[in-house]
């Protein structure tokens, strides 16, 4: 047991650090999100009646000033299915956007909810966000997880697949 | 030997010197852009170079059997995860027992396969094997199991000989909410399982779990099979916490309890046997702790654990503590050098007593210690395509003092998507506590300590190819050369005058054996829909050096191990919620037909109304209505009749 003597001392070293070493994500955690939310789309699937023609592209809207929009611009033009994924950098929502990838100023139940209503697959990145969310990333330390509300996403129009499924933290 | 340890040497020590110098290794672009979902979320295989890399670029015999693997076999216990495994064997044992080994020498305490979860080892050095009853991780909370066959010990110690496994649990991130499972048998047993999970914090998460299970069955006996129960309850816990980007932490631990009705052979080898206590009864506790900090690409981590357990078996009451502190560090130096090393210390302390005037384990008490040191060295030599790993671990132990354990891997990454690799190794296992300390006083076979044992030693060959066929196929071959010197044998000596033994067993070096074979393992995205996983492998033992008992009988035979093995799984997605998943599998008659060859066959059809439900059948061993797999020799465990079985489960998340 003395052994442990080392372990309970990292222990409270570690502890005393956190007070001022909480950082916020580094360039690598969004390059994970952004590589997560991109599969999120080649595991999520619209009705035909969403695309103009067969070819059609999958739009992901996001805003440009929101931290992730950089990192999502690398996935544009990359496969989705036999459709591709095409980035939009856009200030408004609407039903051209297949998902959104959404930020504080969207995060009020109403426009949530209508953008379920309108067959837009919503994506979070905030604590809680699958209480009127889809998908919602979480973050737990260093690691970068996502929850999901399948009954809004249903709601959309999008099925997730069983593999998306059984990848989430919480299935709701 | 020792001459082929000192070219090892000298070639570990010039190659570094000449591969300095030269172009820049080309950057690679976004690290996530190619990966799959389940590679973002995950780390890679950490056995190999104890640093993560993607299996396709380690140069080893490495196997990962992944959350799927698991999920889709519908199997509880590691040792029946390891079937799918090329080059691996398993046999089953009475009472949740197993022989598992990897490339020969199987047995219930085959001793020259390496195990551990999450970096605590279970190789248990008092027998020298695994006790695998008291292996009880739920598999729900494994994240995945990398087993790398052939010699490990250039990391991983001494004993990683014939391969080293890893059992890697769940980061607790991934395993919030609560998790309840149940599954009961067409022949009444049982297993349950519930977890609860939860964040602490915005930078911690928590999980604690219990699991118990009941089996019932049948073990060989003679004259007549005997009824076999056992059963066993474990809970532990894991938390992981990252207070910030350089830090993260993990506590977890476990504790067990557990008994069965048999555990030696019938009928008993001799009286003393015979008269011994045939139930088993176990318990165990652990406490593992882990810092790793990352900074600036130097990834340092320090883990220490406290582990005991204690078992009542065979006549022998023993409690064994272990406490071990490691020390690891891996860094890049320079654009073409990555650098793995570290240090560790192991302290062990066990009491044996004996239950029987008929046998004595002297000293019954011992404290052992076992202290080393490694650094390997991978070295870019032509960037992004040619790499060479040297390494070495020296290694101090109370029985057989210094060991030096080296190995040479080049690998080769073609720009076509495929690597072949080659490597040459060396690994020892070091004398068990058993092997120097049991006596047996019996007027028909008697058993005295041995007296000075070295260490068993491999020095083994490998090369293989790993590559795509096509976009959605994967092949992984290897073959292997294994030359094994100073094995430990029986030495039997026969009576010498009146009043003594009929036959006096010593435990002696002398043992020689070479081996080779093939490893393949195939898999195949048939369709969206349908997946194809086979594993094969082949091998030929030559044993050159024996240890005999009367009649013939060898201390270790060639015959045990099956000359080939095939497992086929087939994964089919019926619907998005619907699985129908098959496994065939095919073991050829071993011990000179004494054990039977099987073609086995698994079917699991799964459903999920929801998310969060799945309700499962699952019928194993269709084509036999019962079979042994293995006949033990010595000091084991009975055979169990391994039984046509459905199973009817349910396992639900929220």
Known sequence: MRGFLPLLVAISLITAETAQARQVSSAGDAAAKAAIIYNFTRFSSWSDSRFATPASAVVLCVRPQHPLAAHLAAFDGRPVGDRNLQVRRTATFDASCHAAVVDSADLNPTTLTSLARRGVLTIGDTRGFISHGAIGLVTIGRQVRFEINNRIAREAGVVLSSRLLRLAVLVR | ?654
């Open chain 2, 1 to 654: 030997m020792s001459s082929t340890r000192a070219i090892l040497a000298a070639i570990a020590l010039i190659l570094p010197a000449a591969a300095s110098g030269g172009a820049a290794a080309q950057s690679s672009a976004d690290p996530y852009e190619e990966l799959s979902l389940e590679e973002i979320l995950q780390a890679n295989v950490t056995s190999v170079a104890k640093r993560p890399q993607r299996v396709e670029e380690s140069a080893a015999a490495v196997f990962v059997i992944s959350r799927e693997d698991i999920r889709r076999s519908g199997v509880t216990t590691l040792p029946e995860l390891f079937r799918m495994v090329p080059g691996m064997e398993v046999a089953s044992l009475a009472s949740g027992n197993a022989a598992v080994t990897a490339r020969g020498f199987n047995g219930r305490f085959s001793n020259k396969l390496l195990v551990l979860v999450d970096g605590r080892a279970i190789y248990l050095s008092t027998l020298s094997g695994v006790l695998w009853d008291q292996q009880l991780p739920p598999v729900e909370d494994i994240e995945r199991i990398e087993v790398v066959r052939g010699p490990g010990a250039t990391l991983w110690g001494a004993n990683a000989v014939n391969g080293v496994i890893n059992v890697v649990t769940k980061h607790a991130a991934d395993s919030l909410g609560v998790l309840a499972g149940a599954r009961y048998s067409s022949d009444e047993d049982g297993r349950v399982v519930f977890r609860l999970g939860t964040t602490a914090g915005d930078s911690g998460a928590l999980r604690a779990y219990v699991v118990g299970h009941r089996s019932e069955g049948a073990a060989f006996a003679v004259p007549d099979r005997r009824h076999d129960v056992s059963s066993a309850i474990q809970a532990g816990f894991r938390f992981d916490f990252e207070p910030n980007a350089r830090d993260s932490f993990t506590l977890q631990g476990d504790v067990q309890t557990g008994e069965s009705d048999l555990s030696q052979i019938a009928p008993p080898p001799s009286a003393a046997m015979a008269a011994l206590p045939v139930g088993v009864q176990f318990s165990g506790q652990n406490l593992l702790g882990r810092w790793t900090r990352t900074d600036d690409g130097r990834v340092s981590s320090v883990q220490v654990y406290w582990d005991r357990l204690e078992r009542r078996e065979a006549g022998l009451d023993g409690v064994r503590d272990q406490a071990d502190i490691d020390f690891s560090q891996h860094f890049s130096l320079g654009e073409r050098h990555q650098i793995v090393w570290g240090a560790g210390y192991r302290w062990s302390s066990d009491h044996v007593e004996v239950l029987t005037p008929a046998m004595r384990f002297s000293p019954e008490a011992r404290r052992d210690h076992w202290y080393g040191a490694y650094v390997s060295d991978e070295i870019s030599l032509v960037p992004d395509h040619l790499r060479l790993s040297l390494g070495a671990k020296v290694e101090h132990n109370d029985y057989t003092g210094f060991e030096f354990q080296p190995s040479v891997r080049l690998a080769w990454t073609d720009s076509g998507g495929w690597t072949a690799w080659g490597a040459v190794s060396q690994a020892v296992r070091t004398p068990s506590r058993l092997e120097t300390a049991l006596e047996v006083h019996d007027p028909i076979v008697a058993i005295s300590a041995a007296g000075d044992l070295k260490a068993e030693e491999l020095l083994a060959w490998e090369i293989g190819w790993r590559g795509k066929l096509g976009p959605a196929a994967s092949l992984d071959l290897t073959a292997y050369h294994h030359q094994y010197e100073n094995l430990v044998i029986w030495n039997a000596t026969p009576a010498m005058g009146p009043g003594q033994p009929f036959i006096t067993l010593e435990f002696a070096n002398g043992g020689r054996v070479e081996s080779s074979g093939v490893e393949a393992a195939l898999d195949a995205r048939l369709t969206d829909r349908w997946t194809v996983k086979i594993a094969a492998s082949a091998m030929d033992m030559n044993v050159l050096e024996n240890g005999f008992l009367v009649g013939g009988l060898e201390t270790f035979s060639a015959g045990v191990s099956p000359r080939h093995q095939l497992s086929v799984r087939s994964w089919f997605d019926v619907t998005d919620t619907i699985d129908l998943d098959l496994w065939v599998r095919h073991v050829p008659e071993t011990s000179g037909g004494i054990v039977k060859a099987y073609t086995d066959l698994d079917i699991r059809a799964a459903w999920r109304p929801t998310p969060s439900l799945e309700l499962y059948v699952l019928a194993e061993n269709l084509t036999d209505r019962e079979r042994l797999e293995i006949i033990e020799t010595g000091l084991g465990s009975p055979s169990a009749f391994n039984e046509r079985r459905v199973w009817f489960g349910v396992a639900a998340r929220y």
